[in-house]
């Protein structure tokens, strides 16, 4: 018994990964969805990437905190290995997301896919994004279907 409870908590001990996928599925594919977020406890900034459809979309996001008061556009900085890209983005209704640029969400995915590590700094805040588990959370995230999900799909089709 003594073993049994010492290996539960043990299990609970391990780190949970910073990636997170939401999925939905409907019955016609251009409504599917899903969501990947990527959110460490020591930071306030997020990433979010949001899939509607066949279109990504990729967010940066704030907890708590607001990228500027008066929603003025702010300085995007992303370094991924030795490349820089800055951009001056506009911040979303209630100044808690910035919607990044095609080019700059593309470089970023492939920086991640290519097991490179992401600093994104932007309206003070910073958030350097590991790439480990990026692969299996963005492989999920790009099928946008849950086991649950296929379980009730089949009956049905």
């Not at 556009?73 to 910035?98: A, S």
Request: charged share 20%; aromatic share 10%; glycine share 8%.
């Amino acid at each position: 018994m003594m073993y049994l409870l010492l290996l539960f908590l043990l299990a609970g001990c391990g780190v949970a990964s910073p990636w997170h996928c939401d999925t939905i599925s409907a019955a016609s594919h251009q409504f599917d969805s899903s969501r990947l977020t990527y959110k460490t406890p020591s930071s306030h900034l997020g990433l979010e990437l949001l899939k509607a459809g066949d279109k990504i979309y990729a967010f940066l996001f704030l907890d708590q905190h607001r990228f500027s008061t008066d929603n003025a556009p702010v300085k995007i900085f992303l370094t991924i290995g030795d490349e820089q890209l800055t951009e001056i983005l506009p911040v979303r209704k209630g100044g808690m997301k910035i919607l990044l640029s095609n080019e700059m969400s593309e470089k970023l995915i492939l920086g991640l896919q290519e097991g490179k590590s992401a600093v994104i700094l932007g309206g003070g805040f910073q958030e350097t994004i590991d790439p480990a588990d990026f692969d299996p959370a963005y492989s999920k995230f790009m099928k946008g279907e849950s086991l649950f999900s296929n379980l009730l799909k089949d009956p049905l089709e």
